[in-house]
């Protein structure tokens, strides 16, 4: 166990919805990333959120969005949902404030998102 | 960006040794390199990390060769419950930020 909580574990859901996928960050960590993988494509950076704020952003469409709250739990808002939008969803933390060490980070189990 | 270059899978009996190779020839002074493992569907799980030194914790052992071009991770006793995706990975740095950048990582099955 990581420390790291993603709801829901799975999720199915049509053609241009839009979905909310949660993360709970480890105790104390202060960074989030949110990942993507799809059986093509491996894992794929979307973002990354320090103590509120975005912090790094990786390949991530406009449709998708991001936040975190103060109680640094974070967000990942999919909407306009594709077929190929369907994949593993990632969150990690770390615990290291980035330029200060080297951060290890941990990772959830993962959603898995099924567009329909 | 340093990228790095890891064989596509390999196999090992279980109680061997397992030698993971990895290639990072472009690797910058102040990059870590970093190994990271993803059982089957299961979020990535982070294994070990060094920069010049060789380190050793209670899942793994990296070697890193003192050019630093390359490196090898050694699991001393492997079990099946190894059998995994292996990433090799450098820190990659975009604002200040240090991301964990994935490539296709070394697929190791580990049979009876």
């Known amino acids: 166990d990581s420390g790291v909580t993603q709801t829901p574990k799975h999720l199915i859901t049509a053609t241009g919805q839009r979905v909310t996928l949660r993360c709970s960050p480890r105790?104390?960590?202060?960074?989030v990333y949110w990942y993507q993988q799809s059986l093509d494509q491996g894992l794929q950076f979307l973002i990354q959120?320090?103590?509120?704020?975005?912090?790094a952003k990786g390949n991530i469409l406009e449709r998708f969005s991001a936040q975190q709250f103060p109680d640094l739990h974070s967000e990942l808002n999919l909407s306009s949902l594709e077929l190929g939008d369907s994949a593993l969803y990632f969150c990690?933390?770390?615990?290291?404030?980035?330029?200060?060490?080297?951060?290890?980070?941990?990772f959830g189990q993962g959603t898995r998102l099924t567009v329909v | 960006d340093a990228k790095t270059t890891q064989p596509t899978s390999m196999d090992c009996a279980e109680g061997r040794a397992a030698n993971l190779p990895c290639n990072h020839s472009?690797?910058?002074?102040?990059?870590?390199v970093y190994w990271y493992r993803q059982i089957h569907s299961q979020g990535p799980q982070y294994i070990i990390h060094?920069?010049?030194n060789n380190e050793t914790n209670e899942m793994a052992s990296l070697i890193i060769t003192e050019d630093r071009k390359s490196s090898t991770l050694i699991l001393p006793h492997a079990t099946l419950r190894d059998t995994a995706v292996y990433y090799c990975?450098?820190?990659?740095?975009?604002?200040?930020?240090?991301?964990?950048?994935f490539g296709r990582g070394t697929s190791l099955i580990v049979h009876p």
């Open positions: 105790s104390g960590d202060l960074s």
């Open positions: 472009t690797i910058s002074g102040n990059e870590y």
């Open positions: 060094g920069l010049k």
């Open positions: 959120y320090y103590n509120g704020e975005e912090r």
């Open positions: 990975i450098v820190r990659v740095a975009s604002g200040g930020s240090y991301i964990p950048t």
């Open positions: 990690a933390s770390s615990p290291l404030i980035p330029l200060q060490g080297i951060p290890e980070a941990f």
